[in-house]
């Protein structure tokens, strides 16, 4: 990274970062990482913190109840088709820039969202919430795995992060019903400004820039991508309300199809790809990529049925709502902690397959709710085993997607676990409302909602089990467990 002429000792670590050394503090990589972690963290919790508050927001500004998962998907789906290009521009411009606009850029959707009194503002809002996050989550995934090496303090950093991570999304959902009893919805929104705000004050002083690379943009692939994927989800929503043989269902899944066709295709051409295909040419990677799609797709669902099932059919505030998931909070922020001390004993791949078990499990035990199901006796029995599940499969399947990456497709690489994340929450989101539609009918009487739902958890249980397929048949285990981490180079430590 550093030029041969460099200077030794910190004239050299300013250069080997590319920024000021009067503006940036190399000693404190700690304090580098819990800015970069703080930013991941608010954007995590806009994916889920906005769950407890969605039958306040659907009386407040008059949402349908098949619209109503747009409040979701308007964020995941743009955040989702945007995060490869997210992760390229952090390449070629620079990851800490790219990092300060889509923060930037997230903390003014979240004041618009928190303003808005029409539907159509609200869901507009929340795209561009997802646009800041799609350039600004990459950076910092990117930023982890080029400035910690391969092997234990990287498995320890992705460790914290994917607590993050993790533990964020449950999080979110106590948080929003915190917000919501005591505030109001908007605050869900309101909230993410100041701690935006924050961040981009501090991020150029402690976050060190990394040398800009010479590439060009793949929009082609960018909009193909995120237009295919939208229609896809549109198709399924639009299934749940009017049936799989209504005219508009069917023009979307073929335009899906097409879009879809089409940025393959312009991925095979383009002399930069968004997604560059050597990316699946690992069959242990290819196989992370599906196994986490698949997990995402089944365990999405979780939170917006479950919250539904919580306010709607047990007849719990926002606050018990969103304390009723602390089980779940707990337990898997805990066990994601823990799990990359259990990579090197246990290997990553028998721990991915113990996880994806209680993960199984807690989704075929909620698929049997009904109107007289109690919290202690069918909800937080399954919530302990998400937490655990989660918390033992994420880093290192996280671990098997980025491992024997190129330095210089890191961005892209982070971009498309982080995009599959998103897109698999969206798509699984969308399926699982497909199969609730049909399960209930469209009813509204308790035995319908409920029946609908637990139909919904059955379906999430058969994608999981799915995934736990994919590891088993195409996940190694040789390349994934860490080895002791060499000393790092002088230009490693400042990175790091």
């Not at 670590?13 to 050394?21: F, I, L």
């Not at 927001?57 to 098949?66: K, V």
């Not at 790219?98 to 969202?113: E, K, N, Y």
């Not at 066709?261 to 295909?277: M, N, Y």
Request: aromatic share 8%; hydrophobic share 55%; with cysteine.
């Amino acid at each position: 990274m550093s030029s041969s002429h460099a200077p030794h000792g910190a004239d050299d670590a300013r250069e080997v970062n590319g920024v000021d050394g009067g503006r940036t503090r190399y000693g404190r990589p700690g304090v580098a990482l819990a800015i970069m972690l703080s930013a991941q963290l608010m954007i995590i919790l806009d994916m889920t913190v906005v769950n407890i508050a969605l039958p306040h927001i659907q009386a407040s500004l008059n949402f349908s109840a098949t619209s109503l998962s747009w409040v979701l998907n308007g964020y995941t789906l743009t955040s989702g088709g945007l995060l490869l290009l997210g992760g390229r521009a952090g390449d070629i411009l620079g990851r800490r820039r790219m990092f300060m606009a889509g923060i930037s850029v997230f903390t003014l959707a979240s004041l618009a969202g928190g303003l808005a009194t029409t539907p159509g503002v609200l869901l507009a809002a929340r795209a561009l919430q997802g646009v800041g996050g799609a350039f600004a989550a990459p950076a910092v995934l990117a930023l982890i795995v080029t400035s910690f090496p391969e092997g234990r303090e990287r498995t320890r950093a992705l460790g914290i992060y994917m607590g993050v991570i993790t533990g964020g999304s449950s999080l979110g959902l106590v948080l929003g019903g915190v917000i919501t009893e005591w505030l109001s919805w908007r605050w869900v929104l309101f909230i993410n400004v100041p701690i935006g705000l924050a961040v981009v004050a501090v991020a150029p002083r402690f976050v060190a820039e990394t040398p800009r690379l010479p590439g060009r943009f793949d929009l082609a692939g960018a909009l193909t991508a995120t237009a295919g994927v939208t229609a896809l989800v549109y198709g399924f929503i639009r299934a749940a309300a009017e049936g799989w043989t209504d005219h508009l269902t069917l023009a979307a899944f073929g335009v899906a199809a097409v879009l879809l066709t089409l940025f393959v295709i312009t991925e095979t051409r383009a002399r930069q790809p968004i997604t560059p295909l050597r990316l699946f040419a690992d069959v242990s990677r290819a196989g992370s990529f599906i196994a986490r799609l698949l997990l995402i797709a089944g365990m999405f669902g979780v939170f917006f049925f479950l919250t539904q099932f919580l306010q709607k059919i047990m007849g719990f505030s926002p606050l018990r709502a969103g304390v009723a998931f602390l089980p779940m909070t707990v337990a898997l922020f805990a066990v994601s902690r823990v799990a990359p001390r259990l990579m090197p004993l246990l290997g990553a791949k028998p721990l991915m397959i113990t996880g994806m078990v209680p993960a199984i499990a807690s989704m075929a035990w909620l698929s049997r709710v009904s109107p007289e199901t109690g919290y202690w006796s069918g909800v937080f029995g399954p919530m302990l085993l998400i937490g655990l599940g989660l918390g033992l499969v994420f880093v290192p399947l996280t671990t098997a997607s980025l491992a024997g990456v190129p330095a210089a497709d890191s961005g892209a690489a982070s971009g498309l676990v982080n995009m599959l994340q998103l897109v698999g929450g969206a798509l699984g989101l969308g399926v699982l409302v497909a199969v609730y539609g049909t399960a209930s009918g469209h009813a509204v009487s308790p035995h319908a909602v409920t029946h609908g739902i637990g139909a919904a958890f059955g379906f999430a249980a058969l994608l999981n089990l799915c995934s736990l397929l994919v590891i088993i048949a195409m996940i190694r285990t040789r390349r994934l467990t860490p080895a002791p981490a060499p000393a790092p180079r002088p230009q490693e430590a400042v990175a790091s």
